[in-house]
């Protein structure tokens, strides 16, 4: 073999006696010796046993809990002072169990400085409107939020939702719900969502709606949104215009085709026809949305105990929605007491009855015998509104 000794190639081989020459053979210890000594002293450390010692020491992890965390930080950059981190998030409003929760997502922000990385996040959201209990409750939630980019992703992305909401207040409406919204990472996805919806002549205001009430409906592939519209319109035959349109597509969206076909066989196994179906559907597509469970027991009482028609069931769908335990039965029972008791009652249609704010429906068909039969009022006041 060769080897280089003091500057000059030599051929040696290894069973050679100079390697058991005790000068030759402490160069090569002492050479190997330092040459290890300067490769691991020139390598950046894993930051593992640090970072596992501090979580345990000043957050209050268990080891396995620090070794967990800890595992997610593929950086080997050393924690230069996470006691600046720390005291950050406390001066903001943060308590131990809310950072223990956001360090244990996101271990990396231990890392991140604070002037010049966390400080203008955490500003760019008090300039947006969120601020004191807010601002720590929505971070809190979604700890991702502070692992993004600034300008390449929290801007941009707060642009989209006011573009979409119209004001910064909305945002902080929307964000407050759903604070997914800020770490969303494929903003350009809910930005092709939003094109498709206003190429289809959906007006701002129910775009708006949908995105304070159900945003993840953005962060779908837009092909199957695109599927979605189509569907409604040509399969479901609900006009653009209609305000069931998008809340028919979300509907859809919630359903495979196998789970639409049962709950499509429940209302046919009570004589319904396709056409009824889809006329409900154009009216309250939230009938479909029901559970298979829910929808037989509504059509079992309404059709089979009371005798209800289709066509009564297909122009007041509303009906099959409201709850059985909180407000069907209840008040179906308040009026047959009245009638068994042959007081005077108002007459109302059973729709119209259940239609009724409970404020209103006390009104109607409690709070009239509360001087003249206190115990009827008493009993109907239970029925109605239970402790």
């Known amino acids: 073999m060769l080897i280089r000794f003091r500057g000059k190639a030599v051929a040696v081989s290894t069973h050679s006696s100079i390697f058991h020459c005790n000068g030759f053979g402490n160069f090569l210890s002492s050479y ?6 300067l490769y691991s002293s020139t390598a950046t450390p894993a930051p593992t046993h640090f970072l596992v010692k501090y979580l345990v020491d000043s957050l209050g992890f268990s080891n396995e809990e620090a070794a967990s965390a800890s595992s997610k930080v593929t950086s080997r950059k050393n924690l230069k002072n996470p006691d600046l981190v720390i005291n950050f998030l406390k001066q903001t409003g943060f308590d131990n169990t809310q950072m223990k929760i956001m360090v244990s997502k996101v271990p990396k922000l231990l890392f991140r400085d604070v002037s010049k990385t966390l400080k203008p996040k955490f500003q760019c959201l008090m300039d947006l409107g969120l601020s004191g209990s807010d601002l720590v409750d929505v971070i809190a939630k979604d700890s991702q939020i502070v692992d993004r980019g600034l300008d390449t992703h929290l801007r941009p992305t707060i642009d989209l939702l006011r573009r979409i909401l119209g004001s910064n207040e909305n945002v902080v409406k929307a964000l407050k719900r759903f604070p997914w919204l800020l770490s969303f990472r494929a903003h350009h996805i809910m930005e092709n969502n939003l094109l498709l919806l206003k190429n289809y002549g959906v007006p701002d205001e129910r775009i708006k709606k949908l995105m304070l009430r159900n945003p993840s409906y953005f962060a779908q592939n837009p092909e199957r949104i695109k599927g ?15 305000s069931s349109f998008l809340y028919g597509c979300q509907v859809l969206n919630s359903l495979n085709k196998s789970n639409l076909e049962k709950k499509f066989g429940v209302f046919k196994s009570f004589g319904w026809s396709d056409d009824d179906i889809l006329k409900m ?18 059509l079992n009482l309404f059709m089979k105990e009371l005798g209800f028609g289709t066509a009564y069931l297909v122009s007041h769908p509303a009906i099959l929605v409201f709850s059985m335990e909180k407000r069907v039965i209840p008040r179906m029972q308040v009026m047959k007491i009245l009638d068994e008791k042959k007081v005077e009652r108002r007459k109302l249609d059973l729709y119209y009855a259940l239609s009724l704010a409970e404020t209103k429906f006390i009104d109607y068909f409690v709070q009239p015998y509360k001087d003249q039969m206190p115990d009827l009022y008493e009993q109907l006041k239970k029925i109605v509104a239970p402790k």
């Open 228 to 242: 979605l519209l189509h569907r409604m319109e040509n399969d479901f035959r609900v006009p653009r215009d209609s």
């Open 281 to 298: 559907f154009r009216k309250l597509p939230f009938c479909v949305g029901l559970s298979e469970v829910r929808i037989h027991k509504a």
């Open 32 to 37: 190997n010796f330092r040459s290890q000594y």
